[in-house]
């Protein structure tokens, strides 16, 4: 003969704690959805233009500069083509373009910050990663100014009809830490909707989809009515437990 074991405050205890983490872990996915909701619209209505606009700027110098290298090669060797001058002068007014930018980019999310409904609060650093500071520092403050000086004279040179000597051309045939910085200021740029919301996003979604259902199982606690007369060791020690 089998009977249900009287220990049954055990299993209601197992149930009630279940179900109250299960509570407790869909309260605060809800909550970091509200979140989420909060971040997602403070970066929509007043960082994602800033932040795309510089980070595409980027790239366009970074491509151009790809183009700009090969042109500076070509030019030690021949004149340059009216295609080649105006490939070279657009990644010059690019990056005048991108300097002003630059230098522009703090004060404009300053000014979103004052705009938004939330103040301050909910804002990103997209700066915030790795050494992205430094690179923006480096780039705003130094390497753009430099390429453009360069260009002026490159193309001063390359539109008077002159071929390069290979110091001339120096500048734009080793650019591959200026392209690296651009690249990785760009993915800066990025990284917070990339790496941040959108990782947050997925957490969220996982968490949700795993969530344990109250409807979890587990065996009622039985015993043969024999062990139960000849053993009160065991039943003391099941009960313990």
Known sequence: MDFVDAGTSWTKAVSKLFTNLHELMHGH??????????????????????????????????SLTAEVHIIA????????????????????????????????????LEGEAGKSSRGRHYFPNPLNAEYCKLVFRDLAQREVREKVQAL???????????????????????????RYDLAYLSWCMQSYEDDALDVFRSGLIDSESSTPST?????????????FNRDDDLLASTSSR
């Open 73 to 108: 090669i070509n030019a030690q060797t021949r004149q340059t083509t009216t295609e080649e001058d105006d490939r070279t002068e657009l990644l010059r007014d690019k990056l005048s373009y991108l300097d002003r930018m630059m230098d522009d980019f703090d004060r404009l």
């Open 29 to 62: 996915i809800d909550d970091s959805f509200a979140l989420l909701d909060i971040l997602d619209d403070v970066y929509r209505h007043h960082v994602d233009y800033l932040a795309l606009a510089l980070s595409t700027l980027l790239q366009e110098c970074d």
């Open 152 to 178: 002026d004279t490159f193309i001063y040179y390359i539109k008077n009809g002159q071929i390069l000597t290979s110091e001339d051309a120096a500048d734009f045939t080793d650019v591959t830490e200026f």
């Open 215 to 227: 409807d979890f199982d587990y065996e009622i606690p039985s015993s043969s009515l024999l062990n």
